[in-house]
């Protein structure tokens, strides 16, 4: 029952989806950073249902309150508190699942793990907890850029619809965060024929980050990919991670696989990646490049079957919002995960030298 | 650079490739523990190269060696040491290249990380290292299977090969842990084949986890597919993994992927199986099923373009012993890394009652 | 710069005394324990300031506010999170001080340390962030008293002042927590003189716990009195920590301080107490017993002299409130950090079983 | 049941007294670092027993054994694994002591603990364990020797026997490291009357670390102070801490207590050091003073009485070797674990900037 992340830039998060809030605690921050309100919010406004006709319409604002370990806009070196409080909890519409566990979701598990039923939206497991872990990425991201690590993702499918171009310009520009203009519009088709049936598609979200410098991770208990994995399969419906070519390399022979290192100017790079930038689970300066694949959304609006608290056979119907492709939002999530991640094996590798 | 695995069974591993063993320490393990050094050893076996013709053909016996932590056959409470005694190493075979970056390999990262060019054969990066894993995790599967919960891993591809069908009872039939005969005769086919263009090919190994209790895993920072996905992207050359039904979440409607709750007997199971066994992070009963890609082995007898320590363009050839397939040997190690997240979840999950 | 207390029962605390609140986050509380806020506000209370004429007169309520982990009075499982807002925070006291470093404060290491001359009142190095440390070990507390652990402490002397009898019944009687009548009659007029006088007195405090298991700590690197003599000594202002006879043992040979085994009814138990409870870093049953020394507060009322942030030789004299003894309201914050590792260590023991 | 020490210079300690050996495993160290064996071999031979006539007579080399991490003399930023292994295990004078708890020892403790009576000589809880501590404590010493940073411990009492000068060259003149030549004299004269007794004496150490530089420690969970208190009393049959003036602080007042900052060329220092180098748990660049006082040896040669398993009355005679006053072979115990941890203080300090 551990809410702890990370070594070294590490936080706690607490908060239930309807109770009072969410929050994070980040511990062990340097003193003397730049804390950027506004980052963290457009982050946390990305995540943020309600953006779209596409996402559910619950409407938080999500803004911050910042509680501690920040004075004159700078870190003093001391934990920071973020509070995300909850407004708009409406927990009628759990009225007619409370007593059954819905098929997908983790009501089951909950119960059986903390014999509570605690039918009010999700409690702990919903995502929208993910909002605290959101809001220490921002902190993470934006220390990232100064140091010259950009990471960018985006939804690179959706159902059957694949994005075949990466035109990061085109990621603003469309509710589906997608690279690809043409791919946006079939998935805007897609999601109106999904959501007219009352059900839900998978997603594929692809990170890029490049200006990692060459030498981030442990060789072996925590190498770099392996925390990437664990963080992207941390996101609520994850089911899949890739690295580099992931799961392409079974149609690969080793001579085609292998990177070939070539010499760049003054750095030496690969000429393909198909490692995504990580070898003997430490970066080698390449972009890193990894994917996650989240499952369709386990609320839809389609009777189904399942059964009660005593086991018994019982058909339900979720009422309330619809969002049939939620992993959208999961675009800020993946790249805050990432960020705390990355940040996190940067500040081990400093604090190494 | 942490060498600590897991927070209830935890173990620190040490030791090189070339060095004089490699080992690990666990920590924390309860006393009265019957320490069967035979199934250990047999797990040990599994993974040991020079088994069949079709794996490199170092010829280490692997043999334990039990400092500490257990008397007259049980463990005392204390800290087991165990050391695998490094007896093999042929570094004459790392003579030609010692300055140059091989592709594919830690080199390049390693160097850059610690100003070290350990050519001896991968030092701290050699999957010779998991040995330790290995040993750590056999102790685990057999508390595990104490509890009722049986842990099998197989070779489900190799290249373009699948296993069609999964009958465990092939699976220690053929040397390449495949549940399929026909898929294995077929691999032995494609190996040779590989084999003889001196190249090598990925592999995907699949793992089935069953008797696992509801309850298993953390519902944030440390989900129970979470950490397995770490764990399983800790074995060297892992690119990709996968939980229940991974990747082929993209193809599937809400409505199709849900997993409909029914009653069994006195027990609530699924109908299918997509979770994969785990659902918010927590696992169901259902059984765990988790996939990790293995990428073609770096080390090929093809000759190779890199550079070498001084940025050089160089060519340079493999010499010594070659595994074109060492995903295979992976199959101990999955069922290994697979116990010591399980087993480290039990404890928690009993440490919570 | 961690701020995390404990392995099983564990928390972070966060704040400062002038920033908006102090606070911790409990993280691995099991689900379904009663939380009773009045229990935690009484301790609290006890701590508070402006209790008595011979404490601080700062008015803070210390009113608890839970934002998570607590759903009708019991606990669910996640973290909770406990805020105390600040709302007495004179920072206008400060300005003569701001850029100075008084003695025996932690204001010269912290602007070493952190670059930032936080004057407003201590910042996080004020006692005040103990506060949520009370909040935390009054939670421990209960959990303890239900398993039939009791903690009691008490101010054994102030200056050169003794308790003489350890009367239980008296702590509560006045208003220095002692449990001497006499004494305390004698320890009021010491206060008296030395705050007539500007100056501070140090205090001793004595804790007694009783009702202990056999069998709590470990042998090794968390022995059970190791992690006594941290917690006490990370109270503000501690300089000596002591278990059972602590330094008495130099005037004894080991046949006199030997505690002979004897026994008595069912149990085992020693006829003298002086290893204090604990024998080889495990808790033998007997009640454990534990000192600590606390310094005379660093803020005087008398001209003294130092240097200012620039070096230079200044006098000053502290203006505002004056707490001759701050050790007194320690009493509380013993209690509770001693609650906080003897139940962490408790969780330990029946998480080993 | 943890045997983990530290967490930037972290170690865990395995072994028995009476198993194949003891050690410890160091993870987290820096690549290129140069490894002394000979430090490391003089501070474990200042442990070893049978040094002279006033320590207990076991015949063990207590030579080093690098298994890991350390090529051609430095580091490689791979966990370290270093052995020492037993040779002299006369488990035989054990035998008529096998079912009884010896009183002062830890025989009751461990067998309630953990079920087992492993009578051969202490097993886990014998103090020989640490000189895996040392082993790994000589390292961070060696290092911090690098940094400037100087650590000196010595007996200041054995029993009523106080050193009044410290005359730091006297140390290794006398087999108490004693710094006063008179006092070593009396001790000497006290330890052979007590031993003649059959009896044992406790003895007060004293360290001192000079050249800390301004900074270490953190001002909440980890205070360099608690650190230093929990490290001493992991010492075996440590009873009491003091940093600074310790118990002394309840003799003054706080205008006497407070330590004047002063200046100093271009350094800010105090006038007087009763702080003992630590503000707010933060070293202040003055010398840390610190003291851990060790109770008489619980072994003895004089009939005692006690109970055995089943809770008899008996008595007993330890036989074999007798060491009155065991804890002067804590002097280099305390300069390894204050190494350790202000090495420790120093990674985290320097990873911080």
Chains 1, 2, 3, 4 share one sequence.
Not at 42 to 60: C, H, I, M, W
Not at 253 to 275: L, Q, W
């Amino acid at each position: 029952m551990s809410n702890m992340y990370g070594r070294h830039f590490r936080y706690l998060t607490f908060g239930e989806s309807h109770g009072k809030a969410v929050g994070c605690v980040i511990d062990g921050i340097r003193p003397g950073i730049d804390i950027d309100e506004a980052s963290i919010q457009k982050l946390l406004d990305k995540r943020r249902p309600g953006q779209s006709k596409f996402t559910t319409q619950r409407a938080e604002s999500d803004t911050l309150d910042i509680l501690s370990g920040v004075f004159n806009g700078k870190t003093t070196g001391h934990p920071i508190c973020i509070v995300i409080w909850n407004k708009d909890a409406q927990s009628k519409h759990y009225e007619n699942i409370k007593n059954l566990f819905r098929p997908g979701h983790a009501d089951y598990t909950f119960f059986k793990k903390y014999g509570i039923r605690d039918y009010r939206g999700g409690g702990r497991q919903s995502a929208r907890v993910l909002a605290a872990n959101v809001a220490a990425g921002a902190i993470a991201k934006k220390q990232l850029e100064k140091l010259g690590v950009s990471i960018v993702a985006y939804v690179k499918q959706i159902g059957a619809v694949k994005a075949k171009k990466i035109d990061l310009k085109q990621i603003g520009k469309n509710p589906f965060y997608c690279p690809d203009k043409e791919a946006a519009k079939k998935m805007e088709r897609l999601i109106s024929r999904i959501r007219a049936g009352g059900d839900s598609a998978g997603c594929l979200i692809e990170a890029i980050v490049t200006g990692v410098p060459v030498g981030l991770g442990s060789p072996q208990a925590n190498k770099l990919n392996a925390e990437i994995a664990k963080a992207l399969m941390s996101i609520n419906a994850a089911k899949a991670v890739e690295i580099g070519a992931g799961f392409d390399v079974m149609g690969m022979v080793g001579s085609k696989n292998n990177d070939i290192f070539i010499r760049k100017g003054e750095k030496i790079v690969t000429r393909t990646n198909n490692s995504g930038g990580i070898l003997g689970g430490i970066s080698n300066g390449m972009p890193i490049v990894a994917r996650v694949a989240i499952k369709p959304a386990s609320s839809i609006h389609r009777e189904q079957k399942t059964v009660d608290i005593k086991g018994k056979a019982v058909s339900f119907r979720v009422m309330g919002r619809h969002d049939p492709v939620p992993g959208i939002r999961g675009v800020p999530i993946v790249e805050a995960m990432l960020a705390s991640v990355i940040y996190d094996a940067y500040l081990e590798y400093k604090a190494e030298k």
